[in-house]
């Protein structure tokens, strides 16, 4: 595929204009336009500025609120609900993130409930914002249905992501970040794109029945399976941990939950029954001077990431990563040499650029 | 197997007992008992008066302190770790998730670490204490090493298991309970036992090439895969939510982590070098209350459980259980019909009689 290099400056300042003449102020667009150009930094292309245009829609077409009210409705010295009032995700999001590292700073743990949200960009880039600050940062939300639990027929829930990361010392921070599917839409999307199949056990039809043919699911209402798979390999615990993240995102926050979360973009077809208010998020933080001494606990990490950098490798492998490892190598390159763009992100910055009269290139 | 059925009040009576004969204290012993015989309530067999046996053997070589001084070595309002003083991890287990509940009931969250433990029986245990407080639970443990990260050759991580509770209103709670690797040992045991192999992708040998064979793990010193296997089916995420797991419980508490953790028991062969005390915990708690009306938040509950209920089965299936479903099919037949051991374990448990001459049957 032909990829187009651009610096991440030029991605994220582009992003920033977009924001601002869709009406969000100058200081959430900001934010927002640092969220999405930290998934391009990090090598995280479909959560980029690949998405640009569509926040740009739902906003143009006064489906998101540009301006929202974000508001505690709820709260104890160590928790708060958040409605974020149909803003951006990229706006409600690290709000709600400051809260709960406040929180945490104060008490010691801080866990942020966020209703009336929509698409939050990487979880990652919210347990990262917590490593600087010496706590431990937790992130989690729910997403429209695209995976079957294990033994149904039908999506039922999100690709429901998780993420927590812990600072050390010398050695770089270990950032979990992953979706609770077995793989992402993304994966089937471009193995029908290349005319592929996928192997066996990955997904279901639109009848329940296993398929390898990626448009089952990408055209025929075909689900992902959870992480696991079935249940010789562990799809009910895939299916219990994503039904975890969308019972503290969705069912405790006030917001939609499983079946009946909207899709994003909201012009997409919508589901049957409103369960709540939009999209649900749930910050964690942890101060780890709480537990144990900082210094310690980095030394202690420093001790972890060395001793599994030093495992013996599997043949044919270079051995085990670090959670963080891929987007800290992509970070490396990116950084320097700029973000590689396919044609179809870049006619869709184009195209966003003839709209908004806003130079892209 | 030839199988011989015990009340479960026989078997709790006989585990408190054993742990008097062996110094613990009478209120310890009961709770220890208690968290035994639930895991053998629940179905959950090799958690339960399987393990007794293991119990004795350690506090009678005087491995484990009977009598532990388990203190609160630092706290915030809303953390704690917690020095288990080389306890049961079924005595020291049980403490320190009831200052996790007090914290989150005064606070909002309360989050708990702990050192210097060992095995805590099931994770499931603690967080259905949470319940009958309107609180969510949460609890954690790292374990013996057994599994191996993706892309290594070796045992680096335990099953380390976690557990989250959700109480519903009518309908029973959500309990997420389950190890994060893609099997247990004891499904390679039972499969060696039957002279059975195991499907392909499960296990590695001690060279860290795919096996089937399960004696290669059980006797020949491979590994148990993370949850999600390879890298296609998603085994980089089993391996980060099993790391999560080991630093939140072991490199955070002070406890031993990873690849130096101690087998359990304690007189079996033990890791070169020792990183902390013991085995560790993490139990949380957060206060639903906190976030949005209890009784709000359990009708919610109730919907969210008969949707998955009402989930189209997939071809050949009685659809989708809702998380802790095995463990009340299990509960309501042995509640009034006992608890079916194998012989293995009343054999077990008949020479733990004549050692202590406590009547067993």
Redesign the interface.
């Known amino acids: 595929m032909k990829a187009t290099v651009y610096p991440i400056k030029h991605l994220r300042d582009f992003c920033v204009q977009v924001f601002l003449r869709c009406e969000v102020p100058e200081e959430d667009a900001m934010i927002a336009a640092d969220v999405l150009s930290t998934a391009d930094l990090w090598g995280i292309d479909s959560h980029g500025v690949a998405r640009l245009r569509s926040y740009y829609e739902v906003l143009e077409r006064g489906l998101v609120n540009p301006r929202p009210q974000i508001r505690i409705v709820?709260?104890?010295?160590?928790?708060?609900?958040i409605d974020g009032d149909n803003g951006l995700g990229l706006v409600v999001g690290p709000r709600a993130n400051e809260v709960a590292m406040e929180?945490?700073e104060a008490?010691?743990?801080?866990?942020v409930?966020v209703c009336n949200s929509s698409h939050f960009g990487i979880a990652g880039y919210y347990t990262w914002q917590a490593l600087s600050r010496d706590l431990?940062g937790w992130a989690m939300t729910n997403t429209a249905p695209l995976v079957?639990?294990?033994?149904?027929?039908?999506r039922?829930l999100g690709t429901n992501p998780?993420s927590?990361a812990?600072p050390a010392k010398e050695e770089p921070p270990?950032i979990?970040?992953?979706?609770?599917?077995?793989?992402s839409f993304g994966t089937a999307e471009i193995a029908k794109r290349n005319h592929q199949t996928l192997?066996e056990?990955?997904m279901?039809d639109s009848?329940?029945?296993p398929t390898n043919l990626p448009e089952d699911v990408v055209e025929g209402g075909g689900a992902l399976l959870p992480?696991?798979?079935d249940r010789?390999?562990?799809g009910?615990?895939?299916?219990?941990?994503n039904?975890?993240v969308?019972?503290?995102c969705g069912?405790?926050?006030?917001a939609n939950?499983?079946?009946?979360m909207p899709s994003f973009p909201y012009y997409l077809k919508q589901p049957s029954r409103s369960?709540?208010k939009g999209w649900g998020h749930m910050f964690?933080a942890?101060?780890?001077?709480?537990?144990?001494a900082v210094d310690?606990?980095k030394q202690?990490?420093d001790?972890?990431v060395s001793?599994?950098r030093a495992?013996?490798?599997?043949?044919g492998?270079?051995?085990?990563?670090i959670?963080g490892d891929p987007e800290r190598k992509a970070e490396a390159s990116r950084k320097h040499e700029g973000v590689p763009l396919t044609e179809a992100v870049v006619g869709d910055l184009r195209y966003l650029a003839a709209r908004t009269e806003i130079p892209f290139d």
């Open positions: 709820r709260e104890l010295p160590g928790t708060a609900t929180k945490a008490t010691g743990a801080g866990w409930s431990i079957s639990p294990l033994w149904g027929a039908e039922m998780i927590v812990f270990v979990v970040d992953f979706a609770t599917s077995a793989i192997p056990g990955l279901i009848e329940g029945r992480l696991g798979l010789t390999c562990g009910h615990k895939g299916y219990c941990l039904s975890m969308d019972i503290l069912v405790l926050s006030g939950w499983g079946p009946f369960v709540g964690g942890l101060k780890i001077e709480g537990f144990i310690e606990f202690r990490m001790d972890w001793t599994f495992a013996v490798p599997a043949p492998t270079e051995g085990p990563l959670p």
